[in-house]
Nanobody, 120 residues
Framework: EVQLQASGGGSVQAGGSLRLSCTAS????????IGWFRQAPGKEREGVSC???????YYGDSVKGRFTISGDSAKSTVFLQMNSLKPEDTAVYYC??????????????WGQGTLVTVSS
């Protein structure tokens, strides 16, 4: 069973930074991708960032240039460095794993989220 635990959320003013961490275990051969998605109240789930086993990284358009995903080679720990935060980044952030980056949060596994609140 895949287990993912996200941490590092909190409250910050616009322009500030936060670093999220995800500790993962129990990966199977189906877990080629690990990353983050977020969900704000009343909004659709949004893919934030993802890293594949081959090292390729993907970012949602709204976070490109501001967020950076990193992780160790075994993907046991994944980080999301979030800089230049905006109020619209406010959401619950979930760490997730699965076969593809594009389907994180709809297939595969995800853990309890961590809340990020950005004030203007």
């Amino acid at each position: 069973e895949v287990q993912l635990q996200a941490s590092g959320g909190g409250s910050v003013q616009a322009g500030g930074s936060l670093r999220l961490s995800c500790t993962a275990s129990g990966f199977t051969s189906d877990d080629d991708a690990i990353g983050w998605f977020r969900q704000a109240p009343g909004k659709e789930r949004e893919g934030v960032s993802c890293i594949r086993s081959n090292g390729r990284r993907y970012y949602g358009d709204s976070v490109k240039g501001r967020f950076t995903i990193s992780g160790d080679s075994a993907k046991s720990t994944v980080f999301l460095q979030m800089n230049s935060l905006k109020p619209e980044d406010t959401a619950v952030y979930y760490c997730a794993s699965g076969p593809f980056c594009i389907s994180l949060g709809s297939t595969g596994s995800w853990g309890q989220g961590t809340l990020v609140t950005v004030s203007s």
